[in-house]
């Protein structure tokens, strides 16, 4: 792009267009959409820019169907309502602008081009004294562009239902802040028959499932914590092991709770269900008005004494003193230090069924990956340096952005890790049981990023990840399927050809893996007395046959299910098994 941003927001998100065979891509550093020619990807060519000004003042988010380009573009006062603005794809005329809810962040086409669905995120002012409600925006283009009409979904009903909302795991935590305006819609993924959109508010760590027909919400999903004391769920906490910088990489067991916080969602089907992937960065609130970040090694963040009797020891700068955490949550008891210990993110990549009960979480594979391929530069920075673990006491490698993608036989999740810089690959041909097979970064760790705003090529390779769109073979215009990711800080596009794998989808990919880690078992099963035992201690969620929390349970060896009515149940527990019980 010729720009270059240690901040981000350069080559943000991107588009293509088979027809025209253009790529689009918002170039957050102009605020404007660049034109690129990708006839021969392999030399792809900027034809012009579409400005924006006229329509706000800067494009946070474009998608293309049947020809027709969509932007969201935020207003000059964040704060008012933005635009979607809709051009003929192939020549960049103007068609219609639609206006829509206040900073409007990502939008997308539904599969059958009937409606564009934008995530309106309402972000307030720094100073926390005029935040906006968020909202979702459905735009009706049925009857074709030139007759859109939009219709904003807003969570005025949940008013006044705060506790009950915080209560049932939905952080509703600015000051003073009502549901409608706390809550931040961030971004979209539509079903493939266009009648359900799901909506994620990353702050909040809450899926919004909405009904496309009635243009109503169906539910507010919380998404819960991992439990980062679970086996396979570890992280290294610290970026100045035993000293700064780093010399140790100690991914361990932390009495930690990670809510997920995804950014980026992504669909796919398997056994004529739909399953939502999860890219689970983690995202504080850090205003001059309201900020929630605390080091646990503050002397403002006290642990418990009864539930972290070895306080002293995590708040060592080597442990967990320099991991970030939020005041929000955690002080159980309504005392004056904390219970209960919550991070952002969860460094992993998540799977849910179409109700958000989760059915697969990636653990710690990307930081036991990082360390064991790349050591000396382990959650490297993006924009600074290449110092090892400088990003372990704040969201890891931070996954970021997931898209899903069909090549042969096979489904494949892309990941984007914005920190290290790098697209880590899933086979999830089976959502039960992903495998990873491919790791792609063009990051140089030879060199130093450069850490100025400028113009011109910087210095370190490709640097932070932040959109992924997949072009499909039949679309493409070389007959190959590719990959295009979009670079914040580099402000660069890199341009993946994939060929589809030559061997076979085995049975390997569908059959239990042998992880040496005792399998979860209920009994008895049917239970049809008080207590349900399990095989060993766990924390978990039970959720009745619809999806909705019914019990939980902490480290525990069994539930009293006496008070539960017939019928199935699931039990969901922190080390991402899903299993089912019957109550008689």
Known sequence: SGNYNSGGGVMEVSAYDSGSKRLFTVNGNSGNIEIINLTDPSNPV?????????????????????????????AAVKQNDGNVVFFTAS?????????????????????????VVVANEGEPDDTYTNDPEGSISVIDISTGVLNATETKIN?????????????????????????????????????????????????????VIVDLISKTILDLKPLGYKNHNSVGNGFDAS????????????????????????DGIAHMRYDNQTYILTANEGDSREYTGFNEELRIGSGSYPLDATSFPNAATLKLTAN????????????????????????????????????????????????????????TNFNANHNTDNIMSSRSDDKGPEPESVITATLGDSTYAFVGLERISAVIVYNVTNPFKPKMVDYLTTRNFLEIPVSTVGTGVGTGGDLGPEGLLFI????????????????????TIVIYELTE????????????????????????????????????????????ANGIQVAKVENATFVNVENLEKGLYFLKTDEGNVLKFIKE
């Not at 800067?58 to 049947?66: D, E, L, Q, R, T």
């Not at 005025?156 to 952080?171: K, Q, T």
């Not at 219970?339 to 009960?357: C, E, K, L, Q, T």
């Open 320 to 375: 967990l003193g320099r991991l970030k955490t939020t005041k929000s949550l955690g002080n159980i008891d309504g005392d004056t230090d904390f219970d209960a210990i919550y991070s952002f993110g969860a460094r992993s990549f998540s799977i849910w069924d179409s109700s958000m009960v989760r059915i697969y979480d990636s653990g710690d594979d990307i930081e036991q990956y990082i360390a064991t391929n790349f050591p």
């Open 239 to 262: 970026d100045r092991n035993p000293t700064n910088p780093s010399t140790v990489i100690n991914i361990t067991n932390w009495p930690v709770r990670g809510l997920y916080m995804p």
């Open 46 to 74: 900027l034809i012009s820019t579409i400005d924006m000004s006229p329509y706000g003042v800067a494009a946070n988010s474009v998608s293309v169907k049947n020809g027709i380009l969509a932007a969201a573009i935020e």
């Open 91 to 115: 020549t960049g005329a103007h068609l219609k602008t639609v206006a829509v809810g206040a900073l409007p962040d990502m939008l997308v086409f539904s599969p059958d081009g009937n409606f």
């Open 472 to 491: 499909e073979k039949e679309n493409s215009p070389i007959d190959k399927a590719l990959l295009i990711v979009s670079y914040e800080v580099s402000g």
């Open 155 to 207: 969570f005025n009903n949940y008013d006044g239902l705060e506790n009950l909302l915080r209560a049932d795991g939905i952080r509703i935590f600015g000051p003073g802040a009502t549901t409608s305006k706390d809550l931040e819609p961030e971004y979209v993924t539509i079903s493939e028959d266009s009648k359900t959109a799901w909506v994620v508010c990353q702050e909040n760590n809450t899926m």
């Open 501 to 544: 794998p030559t061997y076979p989808v085995t049975t390997d990919l569908f059959a239990e893996t042998n992880t040496g880690i005792e399998p979860m078992k209920l009994y008895p099963n049917p239970v049809n007395g008080a207590v349900l035992n399990f095989s060993k201690m766990t924390s978990a969620f039970i959720l009745n």
